[in-house]
């Protein structure tokens, strides 16, 4: 095995990071480095995911939690042959292994190898010239060089039209995401079919990392919605209510109170008169 794993840098506010941290009353620092101490530990005793006779409390051990396996399961994370004592990482051959460390080293290489290539872009070929003849129509020839070159592209990448789900695809997924709903799948599919299923410039390579932050991102905008405080437009934000209790306005003057008042006026005009 390598030195080394894959972390998604999603994971700091992944739902389920969360979950564990407040099911378990630790920080959400200290789940995240349980989880890199156990994967890093799986990866060196396992290519597939699967450890034999490995206990649930030695799953805590390693992982230096209380009740970590027991949250690993709870979120989908892994999952206990009790016949035959197998603690199995679900979808661990996905992101760790030789073969998955192999195609993120790979795809590493290739996004190295396209911003090269952008930084130099070649003459005539990269940027084929389109002619347009007298009857308004562009030469066949040309029509061909750019669909070649959008081929070529494809093939650089290692994607193609078949690599982009389909919108039953990713509601099936979704089922596995916590908090994830089919308004988000459906949302999540419209959204990267209008764009290409390109994001920063990028054709996006592992579709179902992406729709998990996308998820991340949708319930952390519902939450902060939530709980931030609704504004009073009639109300000064800076004014409490005990502020507007104070400046109501006096009850109204009696008629008794309003002829002392008048006497008051007159002596004061007489002693300016004087």
Same mark, same amino acid.
């Given at each position: 095995?390598?030195?080394?794993?894959?972390?998604?840098?999603?994971?700091?506010?992944?739902?389920? !990071?969360?979950? @564990?941290? /407040? #099911?378990?009353?630790?920080?959400? !620092?200290?789940?995240?480095?349980?989880? !890199?101490?156990?994967?890093?530990?799986?990866?060196?005793?396992?290519?597939?995911?699967?450890?034999?006779?490995?206990?649930?409390?030695?799953?805590?051990?390693?992982?230096?939690?209380?009740?970590?396996?027991?949250?690993?399961?709870?979120?989908?994370?892994?999952?206990?042959?009790?016949?035959?004592?197998?603690?199995?990482?679900?979808?661990?051959?996905?992101?760790?292994?030789?073969?998955?460390?192999?195609?993120?080293? /790979?795809?590493?290489?290739?996004?190295?190898?396209?911003?090269?290539?952008?930084?130099?872009? *070649?003459?005539?070929?990269?940027?084929?010239?389109?002619?347009?003849?007298? *009857?308004?129509?562009? %030469?066949?020839?040309?029509?061909?060089?750019?669909?070649?070159?959008?081929?070529?592209?494809?093939?650089?990448?290692?994607?193609?039209?078949?690599?982009?789900?389909?919108?039953?695809?990713?509601?099936?997924?979704?089922? #596995?995401?916590?908090?994830?709903?089919?308004?988000?799948?459906?949302?999540?599919?419209?959204?990267?079919?209008? !764009?290409?299923?390109?994001?920063?410039?990028?054709?996006?390579?592992?579709?179902?990392?992406?729709?998990?932050?996308?998820? %991340?991102?949708?319930?952390?905008?519902?939450?902060?919605?939530?709980?931030?405080?609704?504004? /009073?437009?009639?109300?000064?934000?800076?004014?409490?209510?005990?502020?507007?209790?104070?400046?109501?306005?006096?009850?109204?003057?009696? $008629?008794?109170?309003?002829?002392?008042?008048?006497?008051?006026?007159?002596?004061?005009?007489? $002693? @300016?008169?004087?």
């Amino acid at each position: 095995m390598s030195n080394w794993i894959k972390i998604r840098t999603s994971l700091v506010d992944d739902p389920r !990071v969360m979950s @564990m941290a /407040d #099911s378990l009353k630790v920080s959400d !620092v200290e789940i995240i480095g349980a989880l !890199v101490t156990f994967w890093a530990w799986a990866d060196k005793h396992t290519e597939d995911g699967t450890v034999r006779n490995l206990s649930r409390s030695r799953v805590d051990k390693v992982g230096t939690i209380d009740g970590l396996s027991a949250e690993l399961i709870r979120i989908g994370w892994a999952e206990v042959d009790e016949s035959t004592q197998e603690f199995i990482l679900i979808n661990f051959a996905e992101h760790n292994g030789n073969s998955a460390k192999k195609r993120a080293v /790979d795809a590493k290489r290739k996004a190295n190898s396209r911003a090269a290539t952008n930084k130099k872009p *070649s003459k005539s070929e990269s940027c084929p010239k389109i002619v347009t003849h007298e *009857s308004g129509q562009k %030469s066949e020839l040309d029509k061909n060089r750019i669909d070649k070159n959008r081929e070529d592209k494809n093939k650089e990448s290692g994607s193609s039209s078949s690599d982009q789900p389909s919108f039953d695809q990713v509601l099936n997924f979704s089922k #596995s995401v916590t908090g994830a709903t089919p308004e988000m799948a459906e949302d999540y599919h419209n959204s990267r079919v209008a !764009v290409g299923w390109i994001m920063r410039d990028r054709l996006i390579q592992n579709w179902k990392a992406d729709f998990s932050h996308y998820v %991340s991102r949708w319930l952390r905008n519902e939450h902060n919605r939530a709980h931030s405080p609704q504004k /009073d437009s009639k109300t000064s934000p800076r004014q409490s209510s005990k502020q507007i209790e104070r400046y109501t306005a006096p009850p109204p003057l009696t $008629d008794e109170q309003i002829a002392k008042n008048l006497e008051a006026i007159k002596e004061i005009r007489g $002693d @300016m008169k004087k």
